[in-house]
T-cell receptor
Framework: AQSVTQLDSQVPVFEEAPVELRCNYS??????LFWYVQYPNQGLQLLLK??????LVKGINGFEAEFNKSQTSFHLRKPSVHISDTAEYFC???????????FGTGTRLQVFP | DTGVSQDPRHKITKRGQNVTFRCDPI?????LYWYRQTLGQGPEFLTY????????KSRLLSDRFSAERPKGSFSTLEIQRTEQGDSAMYLC????????????????FGPGTRLLVL
């Protein structure tokens, strides 16, 4: 069965500092990986996804993630965060045999001025 | 493209009452998904449709829950005899599933319906 672990429930950071949100997955089959962002009282918005090919994936709002098969990780990074990046971030996985998304428990990114 | 819409955005009900939520997907999307999100957790899959056919249901979806997508467009999720444990955000998502490998398409989420059962 597939699963996703987000090790950090909260990540506080100052504005303009770099940030990394960690995600590890578990799967015995090929996986596709996603990062979604959820702003307060809103639905989820796709930041980026990895399907195949280059392991470094660039997304919206200056975010990027790197797929590391040997470490079963898909960490999200941004070199300089803004106050507006304050939100909940979810890592999710699907596989070649299923379309449903399996989500992690989320990481709350809090950006301070 | 107006995005996925859900109605109502908020619902407060008393235990034992029935509630129904509606989801309108992005037009021409053939896949429609329902997820449930409780406080401090990630969304959990409930069920999904390919056009009007319900293809999979999670074990989370007890007999009190029923979902329909009668004409392959909008969908409804009904909860009968609500319980306090049903309090959650109910999210709808849609996608365009082309032929080929599963799991690759992007799911677009609506704003959700927040249910509170008193």
């Amino acid at each position: 069965a597939q699963s996703v672990t987000q090790l950090d429930s909260q990540v506080p950071v100052f504005e303009e500092a770099p940030v990394e949100l960690r995600c590890n997955y578990s799967s015995s089959v090929s996986v596709y990986l996603f990062w979604y962002v959820q702003y307060p009282n809103q639905g989820l918005q796709l930041l980026l996804k990895y399907l195949s090919g280059s392991t470094l994936v660039k997304g919206i709002n200056g975010f990027e993630a790197e797929f590391n098969k040997s470490q079963t990780s898909f960490h999200l990074r941004k070199p300089s965060v803004h106050i507006s990046d304050t939100a909940e971030y979810f890592c999710a996985v699907t596989g070649s045999s299923t379309d449903k998304l399996i989500f992690g428990t989320g990481t709350r990114l809090q950006v301070f001025p | 493209d107006t995005g996925v819409s859900q109605d109502p955005r908020h619902k407060i009900t008393k235990r034992g009452q029935n509630v129904t939520f509606r989801c309108d997907p992005i037009s021409e999307h053939n896949r429609l998904y329902w997820y449930r999100q409780t406080l401090g957790q990630g969304p959990e899959f409930l069920t999904y449709f390919q056009n009007e056919a319900q293809l999979e249901k999670s074990r989370l979806l007890s007999d009190r829950f029923s979902a329909e997508r009668p004409k392959g467009s909008f969908s409804t999720l009904e909860i009968q005899r609500t319980e306090q444990g049903d309090s959650a955000m109910y999210l709808c998502a849609s996608s365009l599933r082309a032929s080929g490998r599963a799991g690759r398409e992007t799911q677009y989420f609506g704003p959700g319906t927040r249910l509170l059962v008193l």
